[in-house]
């Protein structure tokens, strides 16, 4: 079947929709690069919080899991595990997390790393405004 023959086929509604797909899929695509990038980064093991710190700090950080310690850096502004005792290594090669709503995640030691908030926020230096 030739391209023509099936373009010839579509009506006025179907030519609009394919439109609005075709729209909605490079929306798709362009949506994560409008994420700021992150203020903190937020660790938690089995639901509970255990770390939280501004992402503009370097530091080095030891998270004790069931399996033992996983090892996670942050620097120059950007989260990520450098170590770890789980089998396969997934969380090292996961490589930077640093835009806000970014995961890092080493399931099998149950230590999940995520940057939250966006540096315009760490610049504003209040989380809520009420009258």
Do not use: H
Not at 33 to 51: C, E, Y
Not at 59 to 70: A, D, K, M, S, V
Not at 72 to 87: E, K, T, W
């Amino acid at each position: 079947m030739k391209p023509s023959s099936w373009l010839q086929r579509l009506t006025v509604f179907d030519r609009k929709l394919v439109l609005l797909l075709a729209v909605l899929v490079l929306c798709s695509f362009l949506l994560p690069l409008r994420q700021g990038m992150g203020a903190r980064v937020v660790v938690t093991s089995g639901g509970k919080t255990i770390f939280v710190a501004d992402l503009d700090r370097e530091q080095r950080i030891e998270l004790q899991g069931p399996l033992g310690i996983t090892v996670l850096q942050v620097a120059d502004g950007a989260a990520r595990v450098i170590s770890s005792p789980c089998p396969q290594k997934i969380c090292i090669g996961m490589g930077e997390a640093r835009r806000a709503g970014d995961l890092l995640a080493c399931v099998p030691n149950q230590i999940v790393v995520r940057i939250e908030g966006t540096a315009d926020d760490r610049e504003r230096g209040y989380d809520l405004l009420s009258r």
